[in-house]
């Protein structure tokens, strides 16, 4: 793992998630979930949150966090490993003010880029039907349907795509 830090976009800096980032990212998940009238569920689903470096080992995923001038923490983004060829993307969030701004599709490109220099072959990720931004931006960007996979109820994880590398 790089513990670089550089600049995304002006005014906006990607880093590597650090432990001290875990009450900043549960409060930004936090935050897109109520948008969407979904439940935390930190004793389980979301419970990486508060150890992001054991569910994000640097030899087989990533966790990057997105910071703006004052240091907040305005948007995330992971890959995880679910088997030797395939890689779930995951976790990635924004505050809307920092929605549509190309700030997505640049996070989008480090997790790429990091998951073909790991060595995986395909991304796969889940969603829900009522985030229609996030159904748009990944067909944008190449993604296809595939059926849901992880077995999470319908009303948090409806909808998942894939991504070749």
Request: net charge negative.
């Given at each position: 793992m790089t513990t670089d830090t550089r600049q995304l976009i002006p005014g906006i800096t990607l880093r590597h998630a650090r432990q001290s980032?875990?009450?900043?990212v549960i409060g930004?998940?936090?935050?897109?979930h109520e948008e969407y009238r979904y439940e935390m569920d930190l004793d389980r689903r979301d419970r990486d949150l508060f150890d992001i470096p054991a569910f994000y080992p640097p030899s087989q995923a990533c966790f990057?966090?997105?910071e703006d001038e004052s240091g907040r923490i305005v948007g995330a983004?992971?890959?995880?490993q679910i088997?030797?060829?395939?890689?779930?993307?995951?976790?990635?969030?924004?505050?809307?003010?920092?929605?549509?701004?190309?700030i997505g599709?640049?996070?989008?490109?480090?997790?790429i880029a990091f998951a073909?220099?790991?060595?995986?072959?395909?991304?796969?990720?889940?969603?829900?039907?009522?985030?229609?931004?996030?159904?748009?931006?990944y067909r944008k960007h190449g993604f296809t349907e595939i059926p849901v996979y992880s077995g999470e109820p319908p009303e948090y994880s409806n909808l998942a795509f894939e991504y070749r590398l």
């Amino acid at each position: 793992m790089t513990t670089d830090t550089r600049q995304l976009i002006p005014g906006i800096t990607l880093r590597h998630a650090r432990q001290s980032d875990s009450q900043a990212v549960i409060g930004l998940v936090t935050f897109v979930h109520e948008e969407y009238r979904y439940e935390m569920d930190l004793d389980r689903r979301d419970r990486d949150l508060f150890d992001i470096p054991a569910f994000y080992p640097p030899s087989q995923a990533c966790f990057f966090v997105l910071e703006d001038e004052s240091g907040r923490i305005v948007g995330a983004g992971a890959i995880k490993q679910i088997s030797e060829k395939d890689a779930e993307l995951c976790r990635f969030y924004f505050y809307p003010e920092y929605r549509a701004r190309g700030i997505g599709k640049r996070l989008l490109d480090e997790l790429i880029a990091f998951a073909r220099t790991a060595g995986y072959r395909r991304l796969i990720l889940e969603t829900h039907t009522d985030m229609v931004e996030a159904d748009r931006f990944y067909r944008k960007h190449g993604f296809t349907e595939i059926p849901v996979y992880s077995g999470e109820p319908p009303e948090y994880s409806n909808l998942a795509f894939e991504y070749r590398l």
